[in-house]
């Protein structure tokens, strides 16, 4: 692997491979397989990511916006994409591109319809998500009548999915409310299956519900962090790898004597000398400030270095005064062995913000291919 010279996101499509098959030998044959690419492909790269895993056996892909749909269409993706969120402003730009939206109240289904209709659509494929506990999106079981007499108006569009969203699928401690929204969604379908005349598929696992509940995989599970290398327990991260890297180099170190301070506002004041090695990362590259007085670290030759004082927008300030090390030399953020979960919980946060944070400066390098 070459050295970086400045800061990348290194992303191994090997482990992105052994990921998607570890996945796929936690579910049976007879399952599909969505991959969630929304957010840049949780910010490594949606259009690289999608294209490589069209190849490999991916049924579906999700995005949460239109425009992100666009652009993997534009990247050569042709396999059916799942909008998660999308608005109704979109909707037109949606149909042009081949779009499948998910529709989760009257008015988005409404809207939907007359816009399919004016455009002469038949059958144009649609995904219903039903809210059964997480309270974010989605129609209410109440609502199976209303939707069914609605569709039975049309034939612009036709229900290619049902769908609905675990709250707390990593959280083995909250197994009795997933169960209960398993069963609830379970009703639903059978409610919606009879109204329609006709057997939609059904999804409602995201990654630590394929892992946790294998009897709710259903016809297809959606899978985003798993694919990025991460298991959401100690347990299962062993047998994921996270694909990215975030690295960069010492531009500059300084010897700082007791009684000076360093970055913005003096947020830190040494009580002894110390050596300090400045980074071209900042909070503009997705290390926010939370990370900073301490809390967050980078590895610099295998040892720790913590952030000193503020996090600027380009740079950051470490402590190496006990590391050997000079101008030039690399310094892992996160990888595969001090991962993006670690990193994230010295900020109180989680790899998913962590990961989807590191911004679009951050030139993107893809190995193992
Ligand atoms: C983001 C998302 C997923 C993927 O969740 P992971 O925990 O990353 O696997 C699945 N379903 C929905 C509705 C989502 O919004």
Not at 114 to 123: D, G, L, R
Not at 138 to 152: A, C, M, Q, R
Not at 166 to 190: P, Y
Not at 312 to 336: A, L, Q, R, S, Y
Request: charged share 20%; net charge positive; with cysteine.
């Amino acid at each position: 692997m070459p050295k970086a010279q400045e800061t990348i996101l290194e992303i191994d499509l090997k482990a992105l491979k052994q990921n998607f098959e570890h996945l796929k030998s936690r579910i049976s044959n007879g399952t599909h397989f969505m991959a969630v690419v929304k957010a840049f492909a949780y910010g490594s790269d949606a259009c690289e990511i999608a294209n490589y895993l069209q190849k490999l056996d991916v049924y579906y892909f999700a995005v949460a916006f239109v425009h992100e749909g666009v652009a993997l269409r534009k990247a050569g993706i042709t396999k059916p994409i799942l909008v998660l969120h999308p608005q109704a402003a979109n909707f037109n730009l949606l149909i042009e591109n081949c779009l499948e939206p998910n529709l989760y109240n009257a008015k988005i289904l409404n809207e939907f319809i007359s816009i399919a209709s004016a455009e002469q659509q038949t059958n144009y494929p649609i995904h219903i998500k039903f809210n059964t506990g997480l309270n974010r999106l989605g129609f209410s079981e109440n609502d199976v009548n209303s939707i069914g007499e609605k569709l039975k108006e049309t034939t612009a569009v036709k229900v290619k999915s049902i769908f609905s969203h675990l709250a707390a699928s990593e959280d083995l401690s909250e197994r009795e409310f997933t169960l209960n929204q398993i069963q609830k969604f379970k009703t639903i379908a059978e409610n919606i299956t009879n109204t329609l005349g006709y057997k939609p598929m059904l999804h409602i696992c995201n990654t630590s519900g394929i892992l946790n509940y294998p009897e709710a995989h259903f016809d297809m599970v959606r899978s985003g962090i798993g694919l990025y290398g991460f298991g959401n327990s100690k347990k299962e991260n062993k047998n994921f790898t996270p694909i990215g890297t975030l690295k960069t180099i010492i531009s500059q170190i300084h010897t700082i004597n007791k009684g000076e301070s360093i970055g913005y506002n003096r947020a830190f004041k040494t009580e002894r000398l110390l050596k300090s090695a400045t980074l071209p990362i900042g909070h503009a590259d997705g290390i926010g400030r939370q990370y900073g007085k301490g809390k967050g670290y980078v590895i610099i030759n295998n040892q720790k270095a913590y952030i000193l004082g503020n996090v600027c927008m380009d740079m950051i300030m470490v402590n190496v005064t006990d590391i050997d090390c000079k101008e030039g030399d690399e310094v892992i953020v996160f990888g595969p062995n001090t991962t993006a979960e670690k990193l994230a919980e010295t900020a109180s946060t989680i790899s998913y913000e962590l990961i989807t944070g590191i911004s679009q400066r951050v030139k993107r390098n893809f190995i193992g291919n």
